[in-house]
């Protein structure tokens, strides 16, 4: 039985799935987004770093309660589609009542020609959803990468309306935090486009809080990640789910940028420090 409080197709992005998405996502009971961002076909040097990957996108999108979501790959193909086009062989299929459900500046189609208008002279009903907002401006994609980029995540976390998450793999260290008194368990982050901001922060896996660094360790030299790591410390303990191969880290605000210690010791007192600021 249909839930008669949801009707028709949410239409778009979506990446981050942010406070303005759910407020469209939560009414439909379909969606309809696409595996890359369109710029990422027809203008890749336009193309947003993005906040989540398209998995990590889909499955947030199905934690809004849409039934149903429908993934398209953008392609040459599918850009070059006239509007009226694309209307005819995908919505029209997908849209439940012929019902669409969209934000106040979604386009589609060619040259991004089509419109709620276009829609509406179609015979489609279009319900347009008005814009959430944050300390007085939109929230949008954009506004949320910059937060994250720029270590504000706290505004960023109120704009998605939950903690903003990565994931990662496990990966052996060299042990250099456990000498320090501060066992760590590593990982290698995946599905992250943004280019995050390196530094200390106040996190959290499975509600367990920790403190996490992200960054090269260049306290060590020739021993110093090749490439970004995040190193967790738990400041609770440590949950069972931190033993497994794969984690997904919450992120609750940024600490301090990282930096260059002149010795292990003069490191491993900021350390404390920054577990004080953690658990305070």
């Not at 203008?43 to 199905?62: G, H, K, Q, T, Y």
């Not at 589609?81 to 694309?86: G, I, L």
């Not at 459900?101 to 319900?127: P, Q």
Request: aromatic content about 8%; hydrophobic content about 40%.
């Amino acid at each position: 039985m249909r839930n008669a409080a949801r009707r028709g197709l949410a239409v778009g992005f979506f990446d981050g799935v942010h406070l303005g998405h759910r407020a469209i996502l939560e009414g439909a009971s379909a969606a309809l987004t696409f595996a890359n961002h369109p710029l990422s076909t027809v203008a890749p040097e336009r193309a947003p770093r993005l906040i989540m990957s398209a998995e990590d996108r889909v499955a947030a999108m199905r934690g809004c309660g849409v039934g149903k979501v429908t993934v398209l790959d953008f392609t040459r193909e599918l850009a070059g589609m006239s509007a009226e086009d694309f209307a005819r062989t995908y919505l029209s299929d997908l849209a439940e009542d012929r019902v669409v459900r969209c934000g106040d500046n979604w386009r589609f189609g060619r040259g991004g020609a089509g419109d709620a208008s276009l829609l509406e002279s179609m015979g489609f009903t279009v319900e347009v959803v008005p814009y959430a907002t944050y300390d007085g401006g939109r929230i949008s994609s954009t506004r949320v990468r910059a937060a994250i980029e720029s270590g504000d995540v706290e505004a960023a976390n109120a704009m998605l309306g939950r903690e903003w998450s990565v994931r990662g793999r496990t990966f052996r260290g060299k042990g250099v935090g456990a000498e320090l008194g501060y066992p760590t368990v590593n990982l290698r982050l995946h599905g992250v486009g943004l280019d995050l901001l390196r530094g200390v922060y106040a996190v959290a896996v499975d509600g367990s809080r920790a403190i996490a660094n992200y960054g090269v360790a260049p306290t060590f030299g020739d021993r110093a990640w090749a490439d970004p790591a995040l190193e967790l410390h738990f400041t609770d303990p440590m949950p069972e789910s931190a033993l497994r191969d794969e984690l997904s880290v919450s992120f609750r605000r940024f600490v301090r940028p990282e930096r260059k210690f002149s010795s292990k010791e003069e490191l491993a007192a900021q350390i404390r420090a920054d577990l004080a600021s953690v658990r305070a």
